[in-house]
């Protein structure tokens, strides 16, 4: 292990690791946005649009990250439809990533009794006031374990966000592997960095989960 090699290459593993979690953050937020409409769709069972709803899910549950970043940077211009890598990382990130939320919250919302909302509305609520103060507040503190793991996996598919020629940490490892051949450090600090990003959304996720398990939410 060269130390001196790693001190010399920390700086672009820096600048690839704010890369990663600026793109992993911003697809995160929006499969969040994504994965909560669908979800109520669901639990609401509107018409046509459950259908849709559920095609997208099993379309995007059941292909890989890759291929989707592959349609959407190299598909979509074949039809005037040009994005820059970033964007199109991010639109991959969240059109898988909102598959999953969707079922994290679905799962949340129908393990509320019906009861609950019978009740909310015989005390003169309305669907909007009972789905906000009631089923949601529940639902979300059911959903966190998933939610965590949920948001732990999609910033690990960021990994592939090399294919598209992002510098992301696991492009600037290859290159760097490929350019000097430090394979031991390249992959130390590859390591590192993922885990300097991942390991404190795990500690927060099971705070978090244990905060609301203590409240009462969730048991």
């Known amino acids: 292990m060269d130390w001196n090699v790693i001190a010399q290459y920390l700086p672009l593993y820096k600048k690839a690791a704010w890369l990663t ?16 409409v669908c979800a109520l769709v669901q639990y609401y069972k509107v018409p046509v649009l459950r259908r849709i709803v559920g095609a997208y899910i099993e379309l995007s549950r059941n292909t890989p990250l890759l291929v ?11 039809i005037a439809i040009k994005t820059s890598a970033e964007i199109c990382g991010i639109a991959g990130l969240a059109f898988l990533g909102g598959s999953y939320m969707a079922e994290a919250f679905r799962s949340g919302l129908e393990s509320i009794e019906p009861i609950q909302t019978e009740s909310a509305m015989s005390l ?7 789905m906000r103060y009631i089923i949601l507040p529940q639902a979300m503190s059911i959903s966190v374990p998933a939610f965590v793991a949920n948001v732990i996996f999609l910033l690990k ?3 592939v966000f090399s294919a598209i020629s992002l510098m992301d940490l696991m492009f600037t490892a290859k290159d760097l592997i490929g350019l000097y051949y430090k394979t ?36």
Request: glycine share 10%; hydrophobic share 55%.
């Open 184 to 219: 031991t450090e390249c992959l130390f600090l590859l390591v590192v960095f993922y885990l300097l990003i991942l390991l404190p959304v795990s500690l927060l996720g099971s705070w978090l989960e244990r905060r609301l398990r203590y409240a009462g939410f969730g048991a």
């Open 68 to 78: 989707q970043l592959f349609f959407i940077y190299y598909g979509l211009p074949k």
């Open 157 to 159: 598919e960021t990994s």
């Open 21 to 36: 979690l600026r793109l992993g953050l911003a697809g995160i937020v929006i499969a969040i946005v994504v994965g909560l």
């Open 124 to 130: 003169g609520m309305d669907h909007a006031q009972t």
